[in-house]
């Protein structure tokens, strides 16, 4: 007579994980009732199973929890691998609650025993009644489409194990059939006594929302399985969606800093700029971030200018005019792309000569020759009259009140200040960008503006050109 | 002074919608507090509005909410539009719920009032609260990602308007704060007794379960606006993207019958595959697909072979080796690509001659000639040894227990079934796919097999050559 929740759990392991019978798999026991159901059913089903129980000392029926999953593994003929930690002093060595501490001193334990015992995957006893406090949970604490996928069925999960997957084979199973399997079968009925405590959100959920719900819908906990499965697989493609266009907008990436690129991620669907955002935040180490400041950072990426506006958890946002960044407050934003002088100091500049900025960047003057046919072939070259300049040249920082008459403005003196502005060179960049000096007067200001006065005419007899070029 | 709700209203128009003070705008009145607040306040920050008020007559009040609805229009100076529907007929005769079909009545009649005062948008008077009564009832009853987002703050409803939009720019105010809104202007408070009636799903939820909740999480309206806001973009995004792909893998789309390509569609993302199918269904009329119907079609592409798989709704699922189709009962599926006989007669063939089948493909019979250098080009063409056959061959569907020795299988005798089934002919082209036969021997199954007895050899002296072609 084939056993219902025996079927639904080698169902599951075989479509979800690919598991068939015979494959070694560590069971995680507590000593409840799911998890004892889980392990008797896999041994019955003839995988071949190795029970792990973790004492973590924390209540007095830890003792009496590890007893009964000794009896039921000697009654079964079933290995058990039994491991003690001390979750209480662990939880606060990390600060963590119990409950936290706890989760992590059992995975971490289950995980060891599996690669221990070459076991193919670690099976925990999560049922449908989980995954519905799971969903609802996450739904009323606020949450997007992560925190609906609930449990997986099947997971990798890195932080545990790169290879060793864990799976939950009685995911769509009831905890009444759970409860009613381990009766049938002998197994012990034992409870944890803090299930009832509602002091925990999760036992309040249980004991009185869910079952208030579920007069509302009898089907409540296939419904929200649905959910969670369907809400899963669209995680996972908006999860791979994410990453694989973040390739055409990411412009820069470091521990420190992200820089995304203005336009491409402006134009990108909402969906992608939020979860882009989120990845920003976490891979600079920041906490999960909020609805709220996505917003902020998205409506703040339409309107460069400005330095760094506060974010969250110590990020700031810098909004320039090509490049959104993320960053750490003390964070020097990269400025290789742009000409930048390498400190405080003044250069002097000889025709023939050069001057190191920084970033592979080089300052050119080169020496007198007869004047080009066209002087305006590129922003990173200026021809300018020979006679106009006195000699050095200085390559030096902009100081207050600089000024210049640019080219093709009749002569209209413009501060360097407001040539930046409307050039939208970001402002962290304008202190050191370099000006070409000639007495007290600008001459040129890379890649922006030529002098007027000091242009080639046509009675100009000797030129010099200055060019600026980057060395890879 | 200026008011919140005014200014959530105004940024809400802005953000969402772009629309800006000064823009005509038709309001929806019920006569409740939500839709007089919005009216109130719309007309308080400068927008030009017209109040629409639909009299459908269900209960014994409506003459009262038209009247508070006119005293209101006439206090403020705003133009008002009243309609009238018998909801209760309108109902009868579409078979609907009397909410759904005083719904339907209520926005036909809103947009027409749009189209003729040639407003830019319709709004509405739904609130945080309505919103997260809609999550929340999506949620319970089982919904994907579309019903999460819930009501959207902005949307065109192609169903009554291409242009106009549906305007909710209340949507994250909460249903408190219209009160106290109404209250503070000493509008009407007039409540709808059906509000009251626990028979209601949605009242329940509004009266018992959602103030249940709220204790739990006083920001709960808070939480689920910003996970409907989020689906809403990942709905969009999943949407979009599932349209763009579709391309790639849609074979053939009728009224009748969608035809997917099978491998592209094995290749394809889960999340992609349900939402392909889902748009099957409802491009072929069904009503919404259920998530086992979708998994059970989707572990049935997995088995290509049989014939029509009865699926849900009078729709029936072939999966064949190219193609996994998704049809209704009766349709017949695209054959074009494929030869078919016209009909159960057979054709006399003789040499020169052709015979014409369906879609435009035609068999036709070379005269005599010399053997060619290589008989073996195509397999839409097969050259035969004339003095093998006996003229004129004919032309004719298949036969029980029809058979051939196929060239390269030493002359081994198979039956045609087999012939098919082993080249992935789906079945239901099986029955009038043309056989050529000379007396009693098929010589060609075209596509498939040459007769070895007909075969050109070394002694063939006149030969003939058999082609299928289709005229574009």
Redesign the interface.
């Known amino acids: 007579m084939p056993d219902e929740l025996q079927e639904a759990v080698c169902l599951a392991l075989a479509s979800a994980c690919g598991l068939e019978r015979g494959a070694r798999l560590v069971v995680g026991v507590s000593g409840g009732p799911d998890s004892l159901t889980l392990l008797h059913a896999l041994h019955a089903l003839g995988f071949e199973v190795i029970a792990a129980h973790l004492h973590h000392g924390l209540r007095e029926a830890a003792d009496a929890d590890a007893a009964a999953v000794e009896a039921v593994a000697r009654r079964l003929g079933v290995p058990l691998v039994v491991g003690r930690d001390d979750v209480a002093a662990l939880a606060a060595a990390g600060r963590q609650s119990l409950e936290d501490a706890a989760r992590e001193a059992r995975y971490r334990f289950l995980f060891r025993v599996a690669r221990e015992q070459r076991a193919v995957a670690v099976t925990v006893g999560h049922t449908a009644d989980d995954q519905s406090e799971t969903v609802l949970m996450h739904?009323?604490?606020?949450?997007?489409?992560t925190g609906?996928a609930g449990l997986r069925p099947c997971r990798r999960l890195p932080r545990w194990d790169a290879e060793i997957p864990l799976a939950r084979p009685l995911l769509g199973v009831r905890r009444t059939a759970t409860i009613a399997y381990a009766r049938r079968y002998g197994l012990p009925l034992r409870w944890d006594a803090s299930n009832w405590q509602r002091a925990f959100?999760r036992n309040?959920l249980r004991l009185d929302?869910l079952p208030?719900?579920r007069v509302?819908?009898p089907?409540?906990d296939?419904?929200?399985g649905?959910?969670a499965?369907?809400?899963a697989?669209?995680e996972?493609?908006?999860a791979?969606?994410a990453r694989r266009r973040l390739t055409a907008v990411l412009a820069a990436e470091d521990d420190k800093f992200v820089g995304l690129q203005r336009q491409a991620f402006l134009a990108a669907?909402?969906?992608?700029q939020?979860r882009w955002l989120r990845w920003a935040a976490a891979r600079l180490g920041a906490p999960e971030v909020g609805?709220e400041h996505v917003e902020a950072a998205r409506r703040a990426s339409a309107y460069p200018g400005g330095g760094a506006r506060d974010w969250f958890a110590g990020l700031v946002l810098w909004v320039e005019p090509a490049t959104l960044w993320v960053a750490q407050r003390r964070a020097t934003l990269p400025a290789e792309a742009w000409p930048q002088l390498p400190g405080e100091q003044a250069f002097p500049l000889e025709p023939g000569g050069s001057v190191a900025l920084a970033s592979g960047w080089v300052l050119t003057l080169s020496a007198l020759s007869p004047p080009p046919d066209d002087p305006h072939t590129s922003p990173a070259t200026a021809w300018l009259d020979a006679s106009a300049l006195a000699f050095p040249l200085m390559v030096r920082p902009r100081r207050p009140g600089d000024a210049i008459a640019p080219l093709g403005m009749g002569g209209r003196r413009q501060k360097i200040a407001d040539l930046m502005v409307n050039a939208k060179i970001p402002p962290r960049l304008r202190a050191r960008w370099p000006l070409v000096v000639s007495g007290e007067e600008i001459v040129w200001v890379p890649l922006l503006a030529v002098a007027h006065p000091a242009r080639i005419t046509a009675a100009t007899t000797a030129a010099v050109s200055l060019s600026l070029r980057r060395n890879a």
């Open positions: 739904l009323l604490r606020g949450s997007g489409l609906l959100f309040r929302l208030r719900l509302e819908n089907a409540l296939a419904a929200l649905r959910l499965a369907v809400a697989a669209e996972d493609f908006l791979a969606e669907p909402l969906a992608l939020r609805f």
